[in-house]
């Protein structure tokens, strides 16, 4: 039963005949689980809370960067560098007392995420890399769950609807597998980190996420099973296109081979760079101070050069393999970015590329303001 307050609270939508108090009561009956507090989890928190979803899940692992503001509003700038987690219970609990926030304070993996998910009715995939994608789509299809999935880049946008099931547990719609059965590589999409994406088009599509969450507690509307909608900012225009399910999917088909979850950076390609030779700020400045001949190579955008810079050569990550006759093959190289990143691929594509022990700089810039020159900005 709703209590007075709920009722004074929730009374605009009590209004709308699709739902009432009987749909209100499902909202505050429903367990939602969103993957990621980035920029498409946290107005999808917001507005879930505020509609009233009884108990709302998170899960993240990471604190707040200056860089997160201009499209993760859930936050502000007295927040950096505290725990997302942390900020998100307080700011939605304000809006929102009744609505219990459950803290998922770790990196979903395959280890943890079954057991996660069995908790909730729906989960809303709000991460922006594709190992994490295919972890939650294979999860959420052995669960029985629904995936509710959104991802950004640049002014382009995705949201469906993935491992949906009738009354019975017969799957009635596909799976992110369906539509993308083999992953693309990690260097042929770079992440919102490398690649960019405009601040307001992550609240833009966590809203259509948003919407279609509560579309499937209340059982009103259609939603977006066998479909993807496209959305480009740009125009201003947003398309569907049909997806089937696909009978020899390997997790949701007729005869799934896949029954548990899987390594998942293993299967989308990415290289395991954690042993990859990096040298730590404090190494670096004292070979500076020792004069001690090197190149260094910067491999940010221009516009982070024009924020904050060690000194060095700038090639942008995405230039290094077609300007590689720039750079010396008798002396060390030592490679940088922001936060030690992008510049342990690049380490990597040198090293293939028969330069000899090339270095990244451990931590980047951001770990050279911390211990070495606060003067260098941080962003």
């Known amino acids: ?39 498409l989890g946290t107005p999808l928190a917001l507005y879930l809370a505020a ?18 503001l201009h499209r993760q509003v859930l936050f502000g700038t007295d ?28 990196r979903l993996d395959s ?20 190992p994490s994608r295919y972890l939650i789509n294979d999860a959420c299809v052995l ?14 946008g995705q949201v469906s609807v993935f491992g949906a099931r009738d009354s019975s547990g017969k799957s009635t719609g596909p799976c992110y597998r369906c539509l993308y059965p083999i992953p693309p590589t990690a260097d042929l999409i770079p992440s919102c980190a490398a690649g960019g994406v405009l601040g307001v088009l992550p ?12 579309k499937i507690i209340l059982g009103v509307g259609e939603p977006l099973i066998g479909a993807l909608l496209l959305f480009d900012a740009l125009r201003m225009d947003s398309r569907r296109i049909r997806i089937q399910r696909n009978i020899s999917c390997v997790v949701c088909g007729n005869n799934p081979a896949i029954h548990q979850l899987i390594d998942y950076r293993a299967f989308c ?10 040298i730590s700020v404090q190494d670096y400045s004292a070979m500076r101070a020792r004069s001690e001949d090197h ?69 980047g810039t951001a770990a050279w303001s911390d211990a070495i020159d606060p003067t260098v900005a941080k962003y």
């Open 203 to 214: 609240g833009i599509i966590g809203l259509m996420q948003g919407t279609e969450v509560l």
């Open 295 to 363: 190149f260094l190579l910067d491999v940010r955008e221009p516009f982070e050069r024009e924020i904050a810079s060690i000194g060095g050569t700038l090639i942008p990550t995405g230039e290094v393999a077609s300007r590689l006759n720039e750079l010396p093959h008798d002396k060390p190289i030592i490679v940088y970015c922001h936060l030690g990143i992008r510049s342990l691929r690049v380490q990597a594509l040198l090293q293939s590329a028969g330069f000899t022990n090339p270095l990244s700089l451990k931590g």
């Open 1 to 39: 039963m709703l209590t007075d307050e709920e009722l004074q609270r929730y009374s605009r939508q009590l209004l709308l005949p699709e739902l009432g108090q009987a749909g209100q009561e499902k909202l505050k009956q429903a367990r939602v689980l969103i993957v990621g507090m980035g920029g």
């Open 269 to 278: 390609g990415e290289r395991d760079l954690t042993n990859n030779p990096e």
């Open 51 to 68: 509609a009233g979803v009884g108990t709302l899940g998170l899960v993240d692992d990471t604190n707040i960067e200056l860089s997160n």
């Open 79 to 106: 927040s950096i560098g505290k725990s997302k987690l942390d900020i998100a219970r307080e700011k939605l609990f304000d809006l929102n007392p009744n609505c219990n926030i459950r803290l998922h304070t770790t």
């Open 111 to 130: 280890s943890n995420a079954l057991e996660i998910f069995r908790e909730y009715d729906v989960v809303a995939d709000a991460t922006d890399n594709f």
């Open 143 to 156: 669960t029985g769950i629904p995936n509710v999935y959104g991802s950004v880049f640049k002014f382009d």
